[in-house]
């Protein structure tokens, strides 16, 4: 392992070319504590919110792929990708539907407590402060979840002033998104009210060639609804409620082919500061509580694309989160540490007919089970020297699994088919992190860092299976918890016009969780059960280990005060140990590059381009996903310091983007050429 990462390294080195030198910013989401960027041995992206208003794209999703590391478990984004398709994946650590990166706004996990996945427009847009992508496992203090990194929506912080914006867009496709925030405040109290409506009647995913008359738009519809009360009681001491409602309706490409996902959340936070042995230590905690509800429905579409039929009704996929956590921070001269606990329970199932006769289901499945997860975690980043800093930190974690169950009944005599109860299981995690910082001299820093994280597999990969078109894949209620190790070594060199970040890392993961294939259709694939002609059938698996190893480089250049040129590139080689194949979805390079320009006065350009290298389809690497690259483009007119009027295009050159393929070679194609026109005001 430490000879690639040197070989690595090497490579990366040996591509150094000039890249803008940016402020220190402070990073919460490593220790869970403000400590300066320059200070950590990991790699982290902060998109301020002045990035994000200017990028070209619509959703959250797309815009954090300005960072090359960013993806979902597909290529496409999330306005037509089915929502368990939402996983994110930061370096390439094993995209999957269920994600492997650990996504929060302000501390409160938004990843679907059930599957794992992430709706992405479950927050406000118009009060973000920044987003923080923290690339690798370095990010331990938060355990579960955070195997591949971690994602941190921030919200403004209250003012002592009231404020109100608003955003209002219209595009093609017949799309309409409007939001509005406002902030009232009275005294030590501040109340807000966030709100969100979108719809469009969406794009044929379908590639023309492989379109019938079947096929139709995917179609979408989403509201959100935020209301909360913060409180100063004291000058050093704020309190927060906040309360969550969110509602999506979509269309999956053909006439009964939809979902529907409805959620609830409330949330209380606290943090404030206080003496203690002559320091000052920052204390925050949090509590929440969410419940959701999930249904879609799956059908069969015959080979002329002309018909279709239902095949497995997921009626209702109840699913309930409730979590705390406390943290306290405290710095003396030369170091800062932080220590804390927290605790997650999920409760989830899921309720589902399916094996159609004629027009009826004749069966109906309930899958699903409880987790329990708890951990401690202790970090500390103290000078060793002038130019040296050490960052060390670890967690254990303890989970649970219980009351997983699976029952099937025969529903035209109510006789029960199947009848499952598993076994409870318990373990302990733990897991350390260690990095050094150099910085060898005004413009040259250098990082390196080891760490390991885990992941618990989701109740969804446990308990529910799924079936998308004719392919065919089966829960595993016995899968392991997933470990990985990791190291990663970089350099980062900057002066007042320009800077550069070059990395190389080595991730193994063992016990991988996988859609492993186990045959095809047509007939009985034992494990995944009877496969139609065309089909595939496959089942979660865990593979021994995977390894990924690759190198990164950001560079960025101040040509001048009106403009600036970025460019951020990925390189990951991804297989499975035991097969040497590569990993499903996985491009080996990646490249995102642009430009920011004021050509006048008040007037804004952002050019984007993103290019992605072949991937394959499945795990046999036999379905090609061929590269693509495409360009976004933003050119906003700032009226005056409150109002401001833009033109977004996505996917200038109509680049047909695929991201996915059938074994009988039909193609689902990404996001066409997308114009949209809007307008921003705030008071």
């Known amino acids: 392992m430490f000879r690639r990462l040197f070989t690595t390294s090497l490579l990366c080195l040996t591509s150094i070319a000039l890249t803008a030198q940016v402020l220190d910013p402070l990073v919460v989401s490593v220790h869970r504590d403000a400590l300066p960027l320059s200070h ?27 960072s090359a590391a960013f993806r979902l478990f597909r290529r496409g984004g999330s306005l037509s990708a089915n929502p368990t398709a939402q996983g994110v994946s930061l370096r390439n650590i094993g995209p999957s539907g269920a994600g492997r990166t650990l996504v929060l706004v302000d501390g409160i996990p938004l990843n679907d407590p059930f599957g794992g996945w992430v709706t992405w427009a479950k927050t406000s847009r118009l009060d973000l402060a920044a987003v923080e992508l923290v690339r690798g496992g370095g990010s331990g203090a938060w355990g579960s979840s955070a195997l591949g990194g971690t994602i941190q929506i921030l919200s403004q912080p209250v003012t002592e002033s009231t404020r109100s914006s608003a955003q209002f867009e219209v595009g093609d496709f017949g799309t309409l998104a409007a939001e509005i925030s406002t902030t009232q405040v009275a005294q030590a109290n501040a109340f807000s009210v966030r709100a969100r409506g979108f719809r469009s009647d969406g794009f044929r995913r379908k590639a023309p060639a492989s379109a019938g008359t079947i096929d139709r738009t995917t179609d979408l519809e989403q ?28 269309g999956n490409g053909t006439p009964l082919q939809t979902n529907r996902t409805r959620e609830f959340t409330v ?30 429905l799956f059908t069969a579409v015959d080979g002329t694309r002309a018909s279709e039929r239902p095949v497995l009704d997921q ?13 306290a921070n405290w710095s003396q001269e030369n170091s800062t540490t932080s220590l804390g606990a927290d605790a997650r329970w999920v409760k989830g199932e899921t309720r589902e007919n399916y094996f159609r006769v004629g027009n009826n289901f004749v069966r109906n499945r309930i899958a699903g089970g ?4 708890a951990g401690l975690f202790v970090s500390h980043n103290r000078s060793l020297a002038p130019d040296w800093r050490l960052d060390l930190g670890a967690r254990i974690d303890a989970w649970q699994l219980t009351d997983g169950h699976r029952t099937e009944t025969n529903l035209t005599n109510g006789a029960s088919v199947r009848r499952d109860r598993f076994a409870d299981r318990s373990e302990i995690a733990f897991n350390p992190r260690l990095g050094v910082v150099w910085q060898a001299n005004a413009a040259w820093r250098w990082q390196a860092a080891v760490y390991q994280a885990f992941r618990l597999p989701t109740l969804n990969e446990l308990y529910r299976p799924f079936r998308v078109g004719s392919v065919i894949t089966e829960a595993n209620p016995l899968l392991k918890t997933e470990h990985l190790t990791g190291v990663e070594l970089g350099t980062t060199w900057s002066n007042e016009r ?22 095809f259709g047509p007939g009985f694939v034992p494990g995944a059960g009877f496969v139609p002609a065309g089909g595939i059938g496959r089942q979660r698996q865990n593979l021994d280990q995977i390894t990924i190893h690759g190198f990164e480089l950001a560079l960025t250049q101040r040509v001048s005060d009106d403009l600036t040129l970025r460019a951020d590139y990925l390189y990951t080689d991804a297989e499975d140990d035991a097969t040497g194949r590569r990993l499903p979805q996985v491009s080996a390079h990646t490249l995102v590059g642009g430009l920011d320009w004021n050509p006048y006065a008040r007037w804004h350009v952002q050019l984007q381009g993103r290019y992605v290298s072949d991937a394959y389809e499945d795990d046999g690497n036999t379905l090609v996903l061929t590269s693509a690259l495409t360009w976004d483009m933003r050119v906003s007119h700032q009226f005056d310091e409150q109002t401001e009027v833009f033109l977004a295009v ?34």
């Open 40 to 66: 950590q041995p990991f790699v982290v992206d902060v998109l301020s919110a002045s990035a994000l208003q200017a990028n070209p794209a619509l959703a959250l999703d797309d815009q954090l792929k300005a």
């Open 223 to 250: 509201g959100y609804l935020e209301l909360g009360w913060t409180h100063q009681r004291e000058s050093s001491t704020t309190s927060q409620i906040t309360v969550r409602g969110f509602s999506e309706d979509r």
């Open 267 to 296: 949330a209380a936070r606290a943090q404030g500061t206080r003496d203690v042995f002559g320091s000052t230590a920052r204390w925050s905690t949090n509590a929440y509580w969410q419940s959701q509800e999930y249904r879609s």
């Open 315 to 327: 009626y209702a996929v109840p699913a309930e989160a409730a979590g705390a956590s406390a943290s």
């Open 370 to 373: 409880t987790q329990g997860t």
């Open 498 to 519: 320009a800077s550069l970040r070059v990395t190389g890392f080595v991730n193994e993961v063992e016990d991988a969780v996988a859609n492993v294939t186990l045959g």
């Open 650 to 683: 996505e996917n200038i050159t109509d680049k047909n983007l695929i991201v996915g393929r059938t074994t009988n070679h039909l193609l689902d194609l990404g996001t066409p050429r997308f114009a949209r026109l809007g307008v921003r005001r705030s008071w």
